[in-house]
Nanobody, 125 residues
Framework: QVQLVESGGGLVQAGGSLRLSCAASGRTFGTYTMGWFRQVPGKERDVVAALTWDGGVTYYAHSVKGRFTISRDNSKNTLYLQMNSLKPEDTAVYFC??????????????????WGQGTQVTVSS
């Protein structure tokens, strides 16, 4: 069992930066592939970035490549998302998630095993 709690969301101007954190409980955090997703009202939840348990493989959605960086600190049971050069279209509720494989996190199948409750990010123009 893994419980996930996001923090770090807020209001920022276009061009600014935010860093999201996701604190995980449970001794098995270091074995999970982790991901960040975002969702706007009326639309599906989309994967933004993902990272395997050892940090060896990363995935980024095309819309955030070069601007967002996903990282993790397994010693602190924490996942991060550094978001730079933010745009109004990045406005969404951001969720962290844990899955047993990269395919589970970024694939179109069953999806991640665990989800956080989400944190709002608002980018003003």
């Amino acid at each position: 069992q893994v419980q996930l709690v996001e923090s770090g969301g807020g209001l920022v101007q276009a061009g600014g930066s935010l860093r999201l954190s996701c604190a995980a409980s449970g001794r098995t955090f270091g074995t999970y592939t982790m991901g960040w997703f975002r969702q706007v009202p009326g639309k599906e939840r989309d994967v933004v970035a993902a990272l395997t348990w050892d940090g060896g493989v990363t995935y980024y959605a095309h819309s955030v490549k070069g601007r967002f960086t996903i990282s993790r600190d397994n010693s602190k049971n924490t996942l991060y998302l550094q978001m730079n050069s933010l745009k109004p279209e990045d406005t969404a509720v951001y969720f962290c998630a844990a899955g047993t494989s990269l395919a589970r996190v970024v694939g179109s199948g069953r999806g991640p095993d665990y989800w956080g409750q989400g944190t709002q990010v608002t980018v003003s123009s």
